[in-house]
C-alpha cells in the first residue's frame, strides 16, 4: 500500500496545479478570442455589429433582438474615453469587461436618465481628466460592449445613425 501513495499523491498534486492553471488562463483565452471576433475596427475604436443571425454569431448565443457595438481596447498606452448617445425610447447598456471577462461596470439608458455619458477607462495610476467619471480597471485590456434592444430587427436601419453616435478613442485624442 506505501508504495502507492507517493505516486497517487504525486498525481493528485499534479492534477491540482493543472487545474488551477486552467481555471486561470481560460478567461485570458477568451477574452483573446472575443477581442478577436468582436474588434473589426481595431483596438480602442468602435465597432458597430451587423445583427446576429445564424451564418454570423461573433459571440456565443448572440440575441436576434439586439444590436452590438464593441470596442475592444488596450490602455497600456493610456486611458480610453467611451461616449455613449442612448437611442431614444429604446433600451440600452453599455458593459465593460476587464481581461478575465469579469464584468467591472454596467450603466443602462434608464440610470443614465436617457442622457449621453462619458466614462473613462483607466488603471491605477493613469492620469485622467479633472472631473471625469472613471473606471479603474485591473488590466490592459478588455472590452467595452453596447447592447442596444430592437423591436424588430428591420429598424435597425432607422437607429443606425443615432447607434454610431456612441464611440470610443484614446483620452489623448478626446481633449
Known sequence: MR???G?????????AAVAYAAINAIPYGLM?????????????RMSYGNLANPDHQPVVRPS?????????????????AIAVTPVPGRYSSLS?????????????????GGKPYRIIVARAGQ????GAE???VGDDRG????????????EIGGLDAVRRQSSCAPVTKLK
Open 32 to 44: 483573446n478570442v472575443a477581442m478577436d471576433r468582436l474588434g473589426q475596427g481595431g483596438v480602442n
Open 143 to 154: 472590452i467595452a460592449l453596447i447592447r442596444l434592444l430592437l423591436k424588430d430587427p428591420a
Open 3 to 5: 508504495g502507492w501513495l
Open 64 to 80: 436576434p433582438d439586439l444590436a452590438y457595438s464593441s470596442c475592444p481596447y488596450d490602455l497600456s498606452a493610456g486611458p480610453l
Open 7 to 15: 505516486p497517487l499523491l504525486f498525481g493528485l498534486i499534479v492534477a
Open 127 to 130: 492620469a485622467v481628466p479633472a
Open 134 to 136: 472613471v473606471v479603474r
Open 96 to 112: 465593460i469587461f476587464d481581461a478575465a471577462t469579469d464584468v467591472i461596470f454596467v450603466r443602462n439608458d434608464v440610470e443614465a
